[in-house]
């Protein structure tokens, strides 16, 4: 069925857009649907190789920004964003990293990881935008932003603190920002996730395959931009568990604490 657009809606067409981790999973979904409504593309992710086949494949103007946001350059990075087109309309923070390890066995470098590139990067770009120009801020946050999850400690805490930092921006300036908190969506997320031991998972876990499909994620996370919604969740049982978290918290609590991570695999 098609969806009657609202006359508020925004229109993507010619609207230039900045996506980090847009080399797979959502980021990829967003830039393929905005790319069919023609906007204008700027790609960020740590592979120049797959941005560049992305682009070839993308029917509007595309520019890839190649940056590992572990260690970016944001100030050189956020001006050749904004060169890349003389502007920029919406940022879509969806560069991030997963989590499989147990608090009590997760050494601090873990932590630091996870919180650079899921929390700082997204937090850095968005500062030295600040000044600039008033872009449309879409933060890629997650279900375990709202509530705890046996195995994502750091990843949990990192999703915290982008929702706290964006949510803070939308009410002390002027400034439209769109929380997007997604249950487990069909990607290679668990794959790249961190384990205590800072290596990667490897293991695509059997919940991540039963997930939402990516596509469905990104059609509705455009759909939130383009009504300017300030928080869209996108989740199937997850969202039961979180209004457990606020209606009955011991049961969530017990519920919650049955998920092992192990059991994921
Ligand atoms: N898949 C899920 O179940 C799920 C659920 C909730 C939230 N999210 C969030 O959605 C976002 C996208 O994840 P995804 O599920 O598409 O996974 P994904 O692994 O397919 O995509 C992650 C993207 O981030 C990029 N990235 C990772 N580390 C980077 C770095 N150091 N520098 C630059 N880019 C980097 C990757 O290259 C990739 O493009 C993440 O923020 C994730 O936390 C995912």
């Not at 120009?133 to 990843?155: D, E, K, N, T, W």
């Amino acid at each position: 069925m098609t969806r009657v657009m609202h006359k508020n809606d925004i229109n993507f067409t010619g609207k230039i857009v900045w996506i980090t981790g847009a080399s797979s999973g959502i980021g990829e979904a967003l830039a393929e649907l905005l790319a069919g409504k023609k906007a204008k593309l700027i790609l960020t992710a740590r592979r120049a190789d797959v941005l560049a086949t992305l682009a070839a494949r993308l029917d509007t103007a595309v520019k890839t920004l190649p940056a590992d946001l572990y260690e970016a350059d944001f100030k050189a990075l956020t001006t050749a964003a904004l060169n890349a087109f003389g502007n920029i309309d919406i940022v879509i923070h969806a560069a991030g990293v997963g989590q499989r390890s147990l608090a009590a066995v997760t050494p601090l470098q873990v932590y630091r990881q996870l919180m650079e590139i899921n929390f700082f990067a997204p937090v850095a770009i968005t500062g030295q935008l600040l000044p600039l120009c008033r872009a449309h801020m879409v933060v890629i946050g997650s279900m375990s932003g709202l509530m705890g999850f046996p195995g994502r400690s750091g990843y949990a805490a990192s999703k915290h603190a982008l929702k706290g930092y964006f949510e803070t921006l939308q009410v002390e300036q002027d400034v439209p920002v769109t929380i997007v908190s997604p249950g487990r969506v069909q990607t290679n997320l668990s794959l790249s996730a961190i384990t205590a031991s800072g290596e990667a998972h490897g293991v695509m876990d059997e919940a991540q395959l039963k997930g939402i499909p990516v596509m469905e994620c990104a059609t509705r996370i455009l759909k939130g931009v383009a009504r300017q919604k300030k928080h869209v969740i996108i989740a199937r049982k997850e969202q039961y568990l979180y209004w457990l978290h606020w209606w009955w918290p011991r049961l969530y609590y017990k519920i919650a604490k049955k998920y092992s991570f192990v059991r994921d695999k």
